[in-house]
């Protein structure tokens, strides 16, 4: 089990895609929301083809995010703009990691 990475989600989204930068801002406006107010440790979100829309995120344990998802919307705002730009979301992929050898480098993607 690694000790860096306590539970990490994948999300799946289908996006308009005249309302990419809308699903885009409100994504990036509730992972803030969430890190300050939450606890999650942020996330990465991936262009995958057509209009599939990947992200994945980082918490520091499953009841920190189940937690989390008890509670009302971090943003409520950004939840809805998310919400109008996607046309279909998938089930989360709930992932306990186990070997981590990813190196954070400093480097943000544009």
Same mark, same amino acid.
């Given at each position: 089990?690694? %000790? ?5 989600? #994948? ?5 308009r895609? %005249?309302? %990419?930068?809308?699903?885009?801002? *409100? ?6 929301? #969430? ?23 980082? !918490?520091?344990?499953?009841?920190? !995010?189940? *937690? ?11 939840? +809805?703009?998310?919400? +109008? ?7 989360? #992929?709930l992932? %306990? ?14």
């Amino acid at each position: 089990m690694s %000790e860096t990475v306590g539970f990490c989600v #994948i999300y799946r989204f289908l996006v308009r895609e %005249e309302a %990419e930068e809308q699903f885009r801002e *409100g994504w990036t406006r509730l992972t803030e929301a #969430i890190r300050d107010r939450r606890g999650g440790q942020g996330s990465r979100l991936h262009r995958a083809g057509g209009n599939l829309w990947v992200a994945y995120a980082q !918490w520091p344990s499953r009841e920190a !995010w189940e *937690g989390s998802r008890e509670l009302p919307s971090a943003d409520a705002e950004a939840s +809805a703009l998310m919400s +109008a730009a996607v046309t279909e979301s998938f089930e989360p #992929i709930l992932l %306990e990691p186990d070997t981590d050898l990813l190196q954070l480098l400093g480097v943000t993607a544009s």
